[in-house]
Nanobody
C-alpha cells in the first residue's frame, strides 16, 4: 500500500506562488499515475492535475491551466505541483493521490486508490 504525505501548503496573497510536494512510500512508485486534487469547504473534491507513471503525459483542470504545473521525480518517489498566479478561489485543502496501473492522467477521483492527508492552501485577496 502506498503512503502519501503532502507538504508545502501555506498562506499567500493573490498573484503569489506555492510549490506543493508529495512524498510516496512505495518503491514501485513509478507504477502509478499520480494526481493532485483539492477540496474547498462545502464543496466536492475536484481534480486539479494528473500525470502518467513516467511523467510523459499530463492533464489539467480548466481553472488551473496555464497557472499550475504537475511534475514528478521517480528517483525520489516525489510528486510536485507548482502553483503560480494564485487566486482566492484556489483556496482549498490539496491532496495527492495514486492510481494503480492501468491508469490515465485524465482519470477522475473515483479511479484513485491511495490518498494523502492533505495540505492547506489559503490565498488572500
Amino acid at each position: 500500500q502506498v503512503q502519501l504525505v503532502e507538504s508545502g501548503g501555506g498562506s499567500v496573497q493573490s498573484g503569489g506562488s506555492l510549490r506543493l510536494s508529495c512524498a510516496a512510500s512505495e518503491y514501485t512508485y513509478m507504477r502509478y499515475c499520480m494526481g493532485w486534487f483539492r477540496q474547498a469547504p462545502g464543496k466536492e473534491r475536484e481534480k486539479v492535475a494528473g500525470i502518467s507513471p513516467r511523467g510523459l503525459s499530463t492533464d489539467y483542470a480548466e481553472p488551473v491551466k496555464g497557472r499550475f504545473t504537475i511534475s514528478r521525480d521517480n528517483a525520489k518517489n516525489a510528486l510536485y505541483l507548482q502553483m503560480n498566479s494564485l487566486k482566492p478561489e484556489d483556496t482549498a485543502m490539496y491532496y495527492c493521490a495514486a492510481d494503480r496501473l492501468p491508469c490515465s492522467p485524465a482519470a477522475d477521483r473515483l479511479e484513485y486508490d491511495y490518498w494523502g492527508q492533505g495540505t492547506q492552501v489559503t490565498v488572500s485577496s
